[in-house]
Nanobody, 124 residues
């Protein structure tokens, strides 16, 4: 089992940047594929990005491709989401998630563990 804690959210102007972090407990972090999701008010939770166990492979939603970068540091049990060129439509609660199965899953139901979320608000 793994526990996930996100941090780094906040209020930023459009065009700005934020870096989210997700710290994981446990000694088997490198065995989990990791993902980031987000959920805006009144909307379903949507996939943002995924990273493989080693960090060598990544996958992004079209809406964030070229602006967001997912990475991980297995020595620090942490996954990151660097968000650049932020837009008001990126406003949401951002969640990290761990998957014991294949990496690159885009459906929330495929992930086994979730953090509590961190709020990102982008003002216009």
């Amino acid at each position: 089992q793994v526990q996930l804690v996100e941090s780094g959210g906040g209020l930023v102007q459009a065009g700005g940047s934020l870096r989210l972090s997700c710290a994981a407990s446990g000694r088997t972090f490198s065995s989990y594929a990791m993902g980031w999701f987000r959920q805006a008010p009144g909307k379903e939770r949507e996939f943002v990005a995924a990273v493989s166990w080693s960090g060598g492979s990544t996958y992004y939603a079209d809406s964030v491709k070229g602006r967001f970068t997912i990475s991980r540091d297995n020595a620090k049990n942490t996954v990151y989401l660097q968000m650049n060129s932020l837009k008001p439509e990126d406003t949401a609660v951002y969640y990290c998630a761990a998957d014991t199965g294949a990496w690159g899953a885009t459906r929330a139901s495929e992930y086994d563990y979730w953090g509590q979320g961190t709020q990102v608000t982008v003002s216009s």
